[in-house]
């Protein structure tokens, strides 16, 4: 497969229900795509800016005091002590890892790429790219053999599933019995909400409890896009396996993929700043107590959702009908047909719009409901 035989993108198809929503009179409410509205904290813009004097070429394997912050933000907030620079490695956002990764490890045609049930199309995409078979399958006694590289995302986009310390640990030890890379995505693990996850970390992939001491064919992919309005600075990275990162360091520097120095600076600010990561969780999470209770109120059951930046509702009919019913309303979902053939009556509401927008929406809500 070629880029020239990619589909259009998917979120064309949702233009005609945006224009209706677009036409209500106070206005859309788009709840679509999760994309930060928020402003990117003041300590990284600062960091930013003293950084802007970037005359020579960055470093692809990331500067020293970035290295070691995303070495001690994994020590701190997700319980991953003992790794070292060498465990880790900042990339272009993490959708470009998730696309790039078959490629950078050398996967093609009869290599199998294990992903989500519920998934992001990134997943399958980039298996595609590289002529091997996408497999949609969340339980790991059902990843076949020619297995090459599993997807877990935890917490999930779209159903914001979490995945306990045991079922990563199940899924380890089934990717090690098929000599596949494991690689988890975990760029929401900072918004936990429903018990256990709402006073604990949400478990990551290199959890002692999961791997013990040995990391080798296991990699987690981290994003400051959702925990710190960083969308537009595309800061993310990995961490894992360091004969996997050395391996993926010098693809990327033969590929010239590298983060600009002002964005490596900035990280550095955002991952040692605790305050700020808070902060927006609870705008997130104030958000959704106000939108989570009037989607109930209007007919939809909320599933899974314990995790992350969006709920996954339905209310038992084609996602198209319910978007066609909120676009009615001036509100705008993403379908969940979007996120594979298996969820056709779900769609996905972002928290990701102002207080002012979410309370628009809870309003209209009513009106649906009643």
């Known amino acids: 497969m070629s880029v020239a035989d990619l589909a259009d993108y998917p979120w064309d198809a949702v233009a005609p229900y945006a224009e209706t929503a677009r036409r209500h009179p106070d206005g859309i409410v788009d709840l679509s795509i999760g994309s930060p509205v928020d402003r990117t904290p003041a300590v990284v813009e600062a960091a930013l800016a003293a950084a802007t004097d970037a005359h020579a070429y960055p470093q692809t394997v990331g500067t020293p005091p970035l290295r070691e912050a995303i070495v001690d933000w994994y020590a701190r907030r997700r319980g991953v002590a003992g790794l070292t620079p060498s465990h880790v490695l900042p990339t272009v956002g993490s959708k470009e890892l998730v696309a790039l990764l078959p490629l950078l490890l050398g996967l093609g045609a009869g290599d199998t790429v294990v992903h989500p049930v519920a998934a992001y199309p990134t997943y399958e995409v980039g298996a595609r790219l590289v002529g091997a078979t996408a497999v949609a399958a969340d339980d790991p006694a059902s990843w076949p053999e020619g297995t090459k590289l599993v997807w877990i995302n935890s917490p ?74 960083l969308a537009g600075y595309r800061a993310a990275f990995l961490a894992g396996d360091p004969a996997l990162v050395a391996r993926l360091l010098t693809a990327r520097k033969h590929l010239g993929l590298m983060l600009p120095a002002p964005v490596q600076a900035a990280m550095v600010a955002a991952l040692t700043d605790d305050a700020h990561v808070a902060a927006q969780k609870a705008r997130y999470g104030a958000r959704r107590q106000v939108l989570k209770p009037a989607v109930e109120a209007a007919g939809f059951r909320v599933d899974r959702s314990e995790a992350g930046l969006y709920l996954w509702v339905t209310r038992g009919e084609d996602a198209w009908d319910s978007m066609a019913a909120l676009a009615e309303l001036g509100i ?22 102002s207080d002012e927008r979410i309370t628009a929406a809870a309003g209209r809500l009513a009106t649906l409901g009643s």
């Open 156 to 229: 999930g986009n779209p159903d914001g599933r979490v995945w306990s310390v045991e079922e990563l640990r199940r899924a380890r030890e089934r990717a090690r019995e098929l000599g596949a890379v494991l690689a988890s995505d975990e760029c929401y693990a900072e918004l936990g909400w429903d018990a256990p996850w709402a006073d604990a970390p949400v478990p990551s992939v290199l959890d002692p409890a999961v791997v013990a001491a040995d990391l080798s064919g296991v990699l987690s992919v981290y994003s400051l896009s959702k925990q710190s309005n």
């Open 332 to 353: 705008l979902a993403g379908p969940g047909h979007f996120y594979g053939p298996h969820h056709p009556q779900h769609i996905r509401l972002s928290l990701t719009a």
